[in-house]
């Protein structure tokens, strides 16, 4: 039975209000560079739609989830201690007070973190799709279904 992966983008825009251009997105998987992720310049420019007076993120260059090509599954991803409460850079503004700062800044962390979790998320979801694919189980499913005949040499009838 083929398993649900959510859809990134839907999840991104109904969780955090934002609309994440696929083409920005990267992924790998089954490599040395196993990753789901998007440029820093990116992540900037799609909260920048959403808080107009951010200017910049003091976050790594990739933001995202990635694995140990060793196996293993999620060995490491973009770790909490690189991103902070205080990560978001807006424009000085002298109608904003120290407060509304701090609550914007908050604001944005908690996208941040949203947003990564979609990421961990979707990916081991396409991971595990990936095995299920891999699989005995469903290479038996899709032989039943389809009724595939085999002969005593195992080509198709």
Do not use: H
């Amino acid at each position: 039975m083929k398993t649900k992966t959510i859809n990134i983008f839907d999840e991104i825009k109904e969780q955090i209000g934002l609309d994440l251009d696929t083409e920005k997105l990267e992924w790998e998987m089954m490599s040395r560079t196993n990753q789901m992720s998007l440029k820093s310049e990116d992540v900037v420019k799609l909260l920048s739609q959403k808080y107009p007076t951010l200017i910049d993120l003091d976050i790594p260059n990739k933001f995202g989830v990635y694995t140990n090509y060793l196996g293993g599954g999620m060995s490491s991803s973009l770790m909490r201690r690189e991103i902070n409460e205080d990560c978001a850079i807006f424009e000085e503004d002298e109608e904003t007070d120290e407060l509304e700062q701090t609550l914007l800044s908050k604001n944005v962390y908690e996208d941040l973190i949203k947003l990564q979790n979609l990421m961990y998320k979707a990916y081991n979801e396409l991971y595990e799709e990936y095995n299920y694919q891999m699989s005995d189980e469903c290479i038996k499913e899709d032989i039943e279904i389809n009724e595939y005949d085999f002969d005593e040499e195992g080509g198709w009838i």
